[in-house]
């Protein structure tokens, strides 16, 4: 078959062709508007309510947040008190670490005349009274106490072997100044 249409002819009809595509392109994207259109309006319906729901919640919430607020004034009382004793417990002073610290180092054939322990004895030099059966148990007492991170500073301040007030059958007797850690305690 020969085309005897003239080319006017055959340009009109390629370009209506094209018009009739482009009217489907347009009326394609016109129907893709309107329906982003609605579901845009619907997605703001659906917030709206949501919206709505939220703030009557919040609202029943917080009347009956006023109710509890005896109790939101108890739990603060609380929470003071147990601050306050946080810092009291955090001062706390254990001196069974102490006792025990002083036990460990203590060697066989020691004993001790008197002990005294206070907030105040803690960190400052104090003096021990003790009583050994030999010399050698009263050097092994210093060297123990020295050894130990409980205590620092430990010097002799007196080492006598007198029979004047001794305890029975510790006729060494020993005055020791030391100085107990505070972290002993701790």
Excluded: W
């Excluded at 319906?45 to 949501?50: A, E, I, N």
């Excluded at 919640?57 to 009956?64: F, P, Q, T």
């Excluded at 050994?132 to 148990?137: E, G, L, N, S």
């Amino acid at each position: 078959m020969i085309n005897l249409l003239p080319n006017d002819a055959k340009a009109e009809i390629y370009a209506g062709r094209m018009n009739v595509t482009l009217v489907k392109y347009i009326l394609i994207l016109g129907l893709g508007t309107v329906f982003l259109c609605f579901i845009s309006v619907a997605v703001y319906f659906v917030l709206m309510g949501t919206k709505a729901s939220a703030e009557a919640i919040a609202a029943d919430n917080a009347s009956k947040s006023t109710a509890y607020s005896s109790v939101q004034g108890q739990a603060n009382g609380l929470k003071s008190s147990l601050a306050t004793a946080k810092i009291i417990l955090d001062k706390e002073v254990d001196y069974t670490k102490v006792i025990t610290g002083i036990a460990r180092v203590m060697p066989a054939g020691v004993v001790l005349d008197t002990l005294s322990l206070s907030p105040t004895t803690l960190g400052v030099p104090i003096t021990l009274q003790a009583y050994a059966k030999t010399t050698h148990d009263a050097l092994a007492l210093k060297d123990n106490f020295q050894k130990s991170a409980l205590f620092s500073n430990v010097t002799f301040l007196s080492l006598s072997s007198s029979n004047a007030g001794q305890t029975n059958g510790y006729p060494i007797s020993i005055s020791l100044s030391l100085i107990i850690n505070k972290s002993a305690a701790l």
